[in-house]
């Protein structure tokens, strides 16, 4: 071991229902400024009435999610390391995590800021809209691809933040970033007039001005701590651990976002009023999921310092605590949408025939909370174990059973059917991860 790593009585803390909070809800706040941002840019661009550049924002905003899907890991996977460097007391090695992963945004951010001409001449030909629609999405494109590299250490600051738990500061990192993106969208897309482009440039000044706060807290944090050795930041094992981590939580979230794709071509199948119905009601879930995504992030820190710590008690404690909140919330989630659910609809569309079909199909939608918790859960626990192939595995085979069950229930229930077979979806997700995590707690702490 090398000198100046400092080693504390690691094993010596506990879990409890204030240290799932103290993680859980700072960060479910900060997680809800996500989908705001969304709807602010959407709100300018819409101001100019003009229904190309909502495409174009749209498809452009698509095509972006898609591209920093692969690098997911640099907030995941450095949460999950430095929480079990942390477990252990390994301040060198949180150190030595955090720097290769900035190292790792640094190198593919470049990457991608200089290929933002092809990949927007991707996202053209994949889009196949109109000629107004591509030249939109290919301006927002070009010009937040320009911010690659500072969104993706941003990735890493807040990994490393919720690694040591700390979900106070991760708030306040994230306000800072969407506060001053949603400022700009409206000075530069509104009050200049620059619309899509305005909306994209706010995105990169909001992400470089969040990246140097970020880097100055924790910079700051590590000159009280003892230098990092040069050999130690550049452990190729360690490397090769990381972005092993990476492939697999990488196919994770494909296989994911293929599961959505699909359920929302199925739905076009139906037609047109459904599909916009399921769209609706989609927007339901990924709200509910946000909140659940606080408690999935408590699952991470807790779980994976536990496991640095080889310290089973907490370990458990950490499961049990984050999950029956999840539940909680989840059901409180449900509640709200059976008994509002319907007027939540009537504000996000003016369709009467698209309220009509999507109040048909609301149930489905306000269930999806409590089937999913189990899901969200668990990918928490897993990732901050860092037992990636687990989840990755998982992830295929519940990929596997959707697919099935669409194809057996959407031709014979329609879009019950097609609801149904989400719902399997996400209880294979949670079970069979939970299935598999009896088998690792025996492992990992015998």
Known sequence: MDKGVVLTDARAFSVTNRSVLAIAVPMTLAYLTTPLLGLVDTAVVGQFGDAALLGGLAAGALAFDVVFTTFNFLRSGTTGLVAQAFGRGDALEEQAVFWRAVLIAVVAGVVLAALSPLIAIGGQWFMDAGPRVSEAMAVYIRIRLLAAPFSLINYAILGYVLGR??????????????????????????????????????????????????????????????????????????????????????????????????????????????????????????????????????????????????????????????????????????????????????????????????????????????????????????????????????????????????????????????????HVFLLVRGLSLLTILRVRVQTAFS
């Open 165 to 422: 738990g700390e979900g106070g500061l991760g708030l306040v990192l994230q306000l800072v970033l969407n506060g001053i993106n949603i400022a700009l969208c409206f000075l530069l897309g509104l009050e200049l007039g620059w619309g899509v482009s305005g909306v994209a440039w706010a995105t990169v000044t909001g992400e470089f001005l969040a990246m140097l706060l970020g880097l100055a807290i924790v910079v700051r944090r590590f000159r009280s701590s003892p230098p990092l050795p040069r050999h130690r930041l550049l452990d190729m094992s360690a490397f090769l651990r990381m972005l092993s981590l990476n492939r697999d939580i990488m196919i994770r979230s494909f296989s994911l976002l293929a599961a959505f794709a699909l359920f929302t071509r199925q739905g076009a199948q139906f037609g047109t009023v459904t599909l916009a119905a399921n769209a609706v009601l989609m927007n339901f879930f990924l709200v509910a999921g946000y909140f659940l995504d606080g408690f999935a992030t408590a699952a991470e820190q807790l779980a994976g310092r536990a496991v640095g710590a080889r310290a089973e008690q907490p370990f458990r404690q950490a499961v049990r605590l984050t999950l029956l909140w999840g539940l909680g919330l989840a059901g409180a989630a449900t509640l709200v949408l059976l008994m509002a659910g319907t007027n939540l609809v009537a504000v996000v569309t003016t369709s009467q025939d698209v309220r009509a079909v999507a109040d048909t199909y609301l149930p489905w939608a306000a269930f999806t909370a409590l089937s999913g918790v189990l899901a969200f859960q668990m990918d928490g626990v897993f990732i901050g174990a860092t037992w990636s192939r687990d989840m990755r595995n998982m992830m295929l085979l519940s990929f596997l059973v959707f697919a099935a069950a669409l194809i057996t229930l959407a031709p014979a229930f329609g879009n019950h059917g097609l609801w149904a077979a989400l």
